[in-house]
């Protein structure tokens, strides 16, 4: 049996967040993946262990679900979502915005 590996990019598409966010979950090792040469791919299964891990709690029907633009974290209520980058308006989770005073989605950060 073939296994499908996704390419960094390909599960930021899926995620629908920028590449650099998922780069750095695979970094933290919150994502798990495989490193093939110089290139990390995440599996199918890791791919859907990640998201198993993340959806907390069951989605309501319609499936809505928000992904903070910081920490790539997936919630299936608006209620975790407490604010938006400054820069562009991306959503921005309650744990950021509470624990880490954020402000700013994961490419506008300031790095202090
Ligand atoms: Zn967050
Ligand atoms: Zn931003």
């Given at each position: 049996m073939e296994i499908k590996f996704y390419s960094l990019e390909e599960v930021a598409d899926l995620f629908g967040v920028n590449y650099q966010l998922i780069y750095k979950l695979v970094k933290t090792g919150e994502l798990p993946?495989?490193?093939?040469?110089?290139?990390?791919?995440?599996?199918?299964?890791?791919?859907?262990?990640?998201?198993?891990r993340q959806s907390v709690g069951t989605p309501?029907?319609?499936?809505?679900s928000y992904i903070c633009s910081r920490c790539g974290k997936k919630y299936f209520s608006a209620l975790s979502i407490s604010g938006k980058c400054k820069e562009c308006g991306a959503q921005l989770c309650k744990a950021c915005i509470e624990n880490d005073k954020a402000e700013y989605c994961e490419i506008h950060q300031k790095n202090d």
């Open positions: 993946s495989v490193r093939i040469g110089k290139m990390f791919r995440v599996s199918e299964a890791q791919l859907k262990e990640y998201m198993d309501a029907s319609g499936e809505q």
